[in-house]
């Protein structure tokens, strides 16, 4: 009888674990929501490194493709000061596939937010007055915080490899 | 504000540019336009948002070409040949022709950047709403219908209340320039 308990224990200890163990891992991919007003405190938050911020969605296959080649940027440029932060367009139907995909990529080791504004053209407005939301975009800010440069659509890498090199 | 008025005020003459049919026709914009406003739609097939707005393309395709609004669907992604377009628009059902805009020429001409993105001319030719078909991709969550009621405004001979919303989707995918 003692023995049974015993084992009965272990194993809801083990079934404990592994539920706490999941929660953990599924928290540590939850995107955190960014709008107008965090945004700017956002980039502000980075001062004194080079930040890309990149906006991308599940559904934008030119994103998917970039996303690795800005982890492999992000290896490169750490120790110099590079920061890459991630923000996910996609609306709430799809945003779920989002932190399987950065996983994918490697690129869950990066921050990550989601899109979550109250007001879409302000936001977009505000970011950019020349973005108009479409994907990919990617906005590079110098070390003071102030947004340099902007890339939309598909992009070489090596184009935005260098406007980086020309900040660090 | 001042970014769409200005837009809106570089835009008063009647655009001219040249399409191409899928079967390789060359057709001017101005025998595609209405006599009351033209809806000049930027899409793209391989853009899923573009794609997710496919029935309300038809749905507005239909209602407002029996109120005499003319309906222009341009397609100026370099990466998506006629031929390609030609297979969606026949497994979709699109009701509607799709032009190839080679070299981006009507888009550049418009400022296009995205698909879709929308330009709703009177009969002027003056572009009285820019953007975005609604506000959601989803539709379930649409609040501001905005290409829905400019074209109501404008068939009112009213000035739409919402003249611009964001383009959100794709780049539009540009040919290479030779420079």
Partial sequence: MRAASREEAIMRLAFLLVFLSSIASAQQLLLKPVDEVSYPRLVSGF????????????????????LPQLVKLQAKFKARGLEIVTISADEPETVNAAPKFLKSTGADALPAYVKRAKDDDKFIGALDPKWQGALPALFLYDKTGKKVQAFFGETPIARIEAAITKLL | MFPLLLFLTAVVEPPSFQLSTLQGASVQYS?????????????????????????????????????????????????????????????????????????????????????????????????????????????????????????????????????????????????????
């Fill in chain 1, 47 to 66: 001062k004194g490194k080079v930040l890309l911020v990149d906006f991308w969605a599940t559904w934008c296959v030119p994103c998917r493709a970039e």
């Fill in chain 2, 31 to 179: 025998d595609l336009k209405g006599a009351k406003a033209t809806v000049v739609a930027f899409i793209g097939i391989k853009c899923p948002v573009s794609q997710a707005y496919q029935s309300r393309m038809k749905s507005l395709f239909a209602t407002y070409t029996a109120k005499g609004v003319a309906f222009v669907f341009v397609d100026a992604n370099a990466n998506e040949s006629a031929a390609e377009i030609e297979v969606y628009a026949t497994q979709a059902r699109i009701p509607f022709p799709i032009y190839k805009d080679y070299n981006n020429r009507a888009a550049d001409r418009m400022g296009t950047q995205t698909t879709p993105e929308m330009f709703l001319l009177d009969a002027a030719g003056e572009v009285r709403y820019h953007g975005a078909i609604d506000d959601a991709t989803n539709e379930a969550r649409v609040k501001t219908h905005g290409l829905r009621d400019a074209l109501d405004a404008v068939l009112a001979g009213k000035d739409p209340k919402v003249k611009e919303l964001k383009a959100f989707g794709c780049v539009l995918h540009r040919a290479k320039k030779q420079s």
